[in-house]
């Protein structure tokens, strides 16, 4: 039982790990992109959900950005944010959206 617990601990541990090292170089920076887009990503108000789309999509939106390219009504809003992320930083975010976000129920 006491090794079973001690196998349990360690478990929790190494998945911990591995999420914090992919994801190491967008953890200070999402917690702006939530002000906007949610703690989930899943949208508020006119800020559009990012939940649910995945790593391509979240990618190619902000690389425009980032070249300051329209998109949408408000897509100057965004090329602040993503001129401040790196084109490594951007890769990680789209994985991080598609793989740990889960997507709107409704
Ligand atoms: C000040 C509020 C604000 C912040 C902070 C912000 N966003 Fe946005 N974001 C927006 C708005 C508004 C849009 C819609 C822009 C448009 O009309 O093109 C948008 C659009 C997007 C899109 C495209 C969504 C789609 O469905 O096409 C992505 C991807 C995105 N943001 C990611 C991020 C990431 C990643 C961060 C953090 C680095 C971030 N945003 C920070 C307001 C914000």
Not at 51 to 73: F, V
């Amino acid at each position: 039982m006491k090794r079973l617990a001690i196998a349990l601990v360690l478990l929790a541990s190494t998945a911990t790990a591995v999420a914090d090292d992919r994801f190491e170089s967008i953890q200070n920076v999402w917690p702006t992109c939530a002000g906007c887009h949610g703690q989930q990503g899943q949208g508020m108000a006119s800020f559009p959900a990012l939940a649910g789309k995945d790593a391509d999509y979240i990618i190619s939106a902000l690389l425009q950005y980032k070249n300051k390219e329209q998109r949408g009504p408000m897509s100057a809003l965004m090329y602040g944010q993503a001129q401040m992320l790196t084109e490594a930083q951007i890769g990680t975010i789209g994985v991080f959206i598609q793989e740990t976000l889960d997507k709107p129920s409704n």
